[in-house]
């Protein structure tokens, strides 16, 4: 039986195993194993004619429910022009929150849509002490998330940061990145477009920061590593909702052009969160 995710269109494929699992009547929820969204299924006639079959470990009917089952398969991977996955990490239950392979309640906010926030991408029962690596800093202190995997390219955003005073987390994963940036509020990231994903258009820390609260997202300077676009091009900074863009071919440059994009956001600001310490105190 074959799948689509609903976010990147990605096909997965189920085996028999796993499409026994589903509870007769009632919708699922999948985690797509490429862009780690969570999406629901149901199973519609001819997929209960698949499940029945599988659960009988006897042949499909012959003849032109075969047939049937066949062109719906054709077509499935006709519409989403991908190959098929073959794992697949599980099935929870739309009805109520997610459970454990005990039956019992969790508690990482899942959902009954199966709409879940990035924020629940990452639930409390991940929690590790080593995820608040600044618990030590002094008030003052500056902090920079770097989520970039090319040493050529981290090697002079690390260099230059350090000289800048900042405390440095350096990422390897999406995963990793989130965490981290749920126990902290970072000053500055810093984040390559293609970081640990194969399309720009899905990075799943850019879309975390995306969608911040402002009260949030206006005290981070987000820099966005690009080979696209040009360095400091507002508009596109403006569509991604990063404060600016870096191209990596200006990258021996990047301590100046950081420095120039916190001071003018700092100034840019100034007015407004003094307005907002008047208006509390």
Not at 8 to 15: D, I
Not at 40 to 66: F, N, Q, R
Not at 196 to 217: G, K
């Amino acid at each position: 039986m074959n799948i689509t995710c609903d976010n990147c269109s990605y096909v997965m494929t189920l085996s028999a195993e796993e499409v026994r699992k589903i509870p007769p009547g009632k919708q699922a929820s999948v985690v797509c194993p490429k862009c780690e969204r969570k999406f629901s299924i149901s199973l519609g006639k001819t997929d209960e004619k698949m499940k029945d079959a599988a659960k009988a470990k006897t042949p499909l009917a012959s003849g032109e429910e075969t047939q049937a089952i066949e062109k719906e398969i054709k077509d499935t991977k006709k519409e989403s022009g991908t190959k098929a996955a073959e794992d697949l990490f599980g099935f929870i239950e739309d009805e109520g929150p997610a459970k454990d392979s005990e039956g019992k309640a969790g508690t990482s906010g899942g959902t009954a849509s199966g709409k879940d926030t990035l924020d629940d991408m990452i639930g409390s029962d991940l929690y590790d002490a080593s995820d608040k690596p600044f618990d030590f800093i002094e008030e003052e202190g500056k902090t920079a998330l770097i989520c970039e995997t090319d040493q050529k390219l981290k090697g002079p955003i690390v260099e230059n940061l350090h000289l800048m005073e900042y405390h440095i987390t350096e990422i390897e994963n999406s995963r990793s990145a989130l965490k981290k940036m749920r126990y902290h509020i970072y000053d500055v990231v810093v984040v390559n477009e293609s970081f640990d994903t194969s399309s720009p258009d899905a990075n799943v820390v850019l879309i975390y920061l995306e969608r911040l609260s402002m009260s949030v997202r206006r005290d981070m300077f987000v820099a966005m590593l690009s080979n696209r676009f040009r360095t400091m091009d507002n508009m596109i900074a403006l569509q991604k909702s990063v404060d600016i863009i870096l191209n990596t071919k200006n990258i021996k440059d990047v301590g100046k052009i950081l420095s120039r994009g916190v001071t003018d956001k700092d100034f840019f600001y100034r007015a407004f969160k003094d307005a907002l310490l008047g208006g509390s105190s």
